[in-house]
């Protein structure tokens, strides 16, 4: 008995879902076009500053470096992304203006999306110039019809079979690249990131895996226990792993050379130091409000490079930090107590203020951690600019290097705020990210002056910091 053919609604045919299907294709087009112009307008605007690059009596390396930074600064604001990432869609393009032509034609044309430009550029860069062309031309063909995740794969072969160097060479220069980071997250989470050699990596996930698997065997064959249940915290084999991997990270340091331990392995790395978060204590509430630190309080106190977290972890952090510092401040406009103004060399306790109430660098869109950075005198101290809070600000060395050395201009603008005129006659606002406690900056802010023309460039000044900051040009 044959059995009837059901015509299911809904089908490829249906007016509606095709209309949506062609939106959709003339929309990823679209995109593709309108990203294109943007890899267009941000190469022209980098060739231009650099062709018309201030002259400042320096070489003319020195003076592109600092046109190059100027205009990286500039483009990051107007789209409202972070430097580093500005400085890599910069790289981007330029190379699809100059090389990679192709690729940037396939962009506005809708053949290839930008994820796959990208990977083609990513590829590309460990292949000699002479191999560019062809390993272009070859990835998109693949590019107009795969995934960007099967098309990574794909480009990764495609590479490999062209690149005349052997994989041993590459593989020793990619593991001059590892590194960890750290990347906040919210409601108290972080991500820790490690990036080192494809072994390594797989045998520590292996390793926690198996230490989590076997935990939770040793739970369930000791169940029976009153103690288990407590030892253990109920979580998935995933939140274990982080648990595990955790406390590893976090065990104290090996025993001395003079201090022998039978069965304890010891790491050959020398001169471990393992440290906690720096937390500030202050009168009447600053980092952890004293009514919190007491008990008295359940408002949220302040992580240093993190932001807001839960009194029960601010009161725990404060309870095992090995130094605390109070910070005098007067109780009627919650300002710090410092000495004479005129005097350039600032106190300690004015110093360890200004690094706490600024936490970053103030220059627009940077986040450079305070405590890697230098304290400006916005009004330079050489031009009868004082050393208090109204005329201190941080900024990271490459920064306070570009406030110097190029048109960009800085006021302060009352409650830490600083007011920014790009080259280009555009203003920018940064305030310092205040806890609770603090004043929040005003939402009114008087009116710029009329910018004629750029005012004349001060005379090139060099930094100097304890701290590395090598630029990323």
Same mark, same amino acid.
């Given at each position: 008995?044959?059995?009837? &053919?059901?015509?299911? *609604?809904?089908s490829?045919?249906?007016p509606?879902?095709t209309?949506?299907?062609t ?7 679209q995109?593709?076009?309108i990203?294109a ?7 022209t605007a980098?060739?231009r500053?650099?062709a018309t690059?201030d ?5 003319r ?5 600092f046109?190059?930074?100027s ?6 604001? &107007? ?6 990432t500005?400085?890599?869609?910069i ?9 990679f ?9 809708g053949?290839a ?8 550029l990513a ?10 062309a062809?390993f ?6 693949k590019?107009?019809t ?8 794909t ?6 079979r ?17 590194r960890?980071?750290?990347e ?6 972080a991500?820790?990131h ?5 072994e ?5 996930t292996?390793?926690?895996?198996h ?6 065997h040793e739970?369930?064959?000791?169940a029976h226990?009153?103690?288990t249940?407590a030892a253990?915290s109920?979580g998935?084999h995933?939140q ?5 991997a955790a ?7 090996t025993?001395?050379?003079n ?9 050959r ?7 906690? *978060?720096?937390?500030f204590?202050?009168v ?8 919190? !630190?007491?008990?008295?309080s ?7 490079g993190y ?7 601010a009161?725990r ?10 910070? !005098?401040v007067?109780p &009627?406009?919650?300002s ?15 110093? #360890? ?6 936490q970053?660098c ?5 986040t450079?951690?305070?405590? #890697? ?7 330079p ?6 050393t208090e809070?109204?005329?201190?600000? &941080?900024?990271c060395?490459?920064?306070h ?27 920018y606002?940064?305030?310092?990210a ?8 005003p ?7 009329? !910018? ?6 001060f005379?090139p ?7 590395p900051?090598t630029?990323?040009?």
């Open positions: 008995m044959s059995e009837a &053919v059901v015509q299911l *609604p809904g490829a045919t249906d509606v879902i209309q949506c299907l939106g959709l294709a003339s929309g990823v087009a995109a593709g076009a990203q112009e943007q890899y267009r307008f941000i190469e980098r060739s500053a650099v690059a002259p400042m009596g320096r070489t390396r020195i003076e592109e470096e046109a190059l930074r205009i990286t600064s500039e483009l990051a604001l &107007v789209l409202r992304v972070h430097e580093r500005m400085t890599g869609l790289y981007e393009a330029k190379q699809l203006g100059t090389v032509t192709r690729s940037l034609a396939a962009l506005a044309a053949t999306g930008q994820r796959h430009v990208r990977e083609i590829q590309a860069v460990t292949l000699p110039p002479e191999l560019h062809r272009e031309a070859e990835a998109l063909l590019a107009a795969q995934t960007p995740t099967a098309f990574r794969r480009a990764a072969r495609l590479r490999e062209l690149h005349p160097d052997s994989l041993t060479l590459r593989a020793a220069q990619g593991r001059t690249e590892r960890l980071w750290f906040p997250a919210a409601d108290g989470m991500w820790l490690l990036h080192l050699e494809a390594k990596a797989i045998a520590i292996e390793r926690i895996s230490l989590a698997d076997q935990a939770q739970a369930l064959d000791t226990l009153a103690d249940e253990l109920p998935t995933a274990l792993e982080a648990d595990i406390e590893l990270l976090l065990l104290p340091p025993p001395s050379e201090v022998k331990t039978e069965g304890t392995s010891r790491s790395m020398p001169g471990l130091a393992f440290s906690r *978060p720096e937390v204590v202050a009447p509430k600053l980092t952890i409000p004293y009514a919190t !630190l007491i008990g008295q359940e408002e949220p106190g302040e992580l240093h932001g807001p977290i839960d009194a029960d972890t009161r952090l404060a309870a095992e930090a090995p130094t605390l510092h109070r910070i !005098l007067d &009627v406009d919650n710090p107590l410092q000495l004479d103004p005129s005097k350039y060399t600032m106190t300690k306790a004015l110093r #360890r203020w200004i690094l706490y109430r600024d970053i103030r220059f627009p869109g940077c450079r951690k305070a405590e #890697r950075c230098e304290i400006d005198h916005t009004h101290f050489e031009h009868d600019g004082l809070e109204c005329n201190l600000a &941080v900024l060395k490459k920064h290097r570009l406030k110097h050395n190029s048109r960009w201009r800085v006021h302060q603008i009352g409650d830490g705020g600083l007011r920014w005129t790009s080259p280009a006659g555009r203003t606002d940064t305030h310092p205040p806890p609770s406690s603090r004043r929040p900056p939402d009114q802010s008087p009116a710029p002056p009329p !910018l004629v023309e750029p005012p004349p460039l005379e000044v060099e930094t100097t910091t304890a701290y900051n630029a990323p040009f």
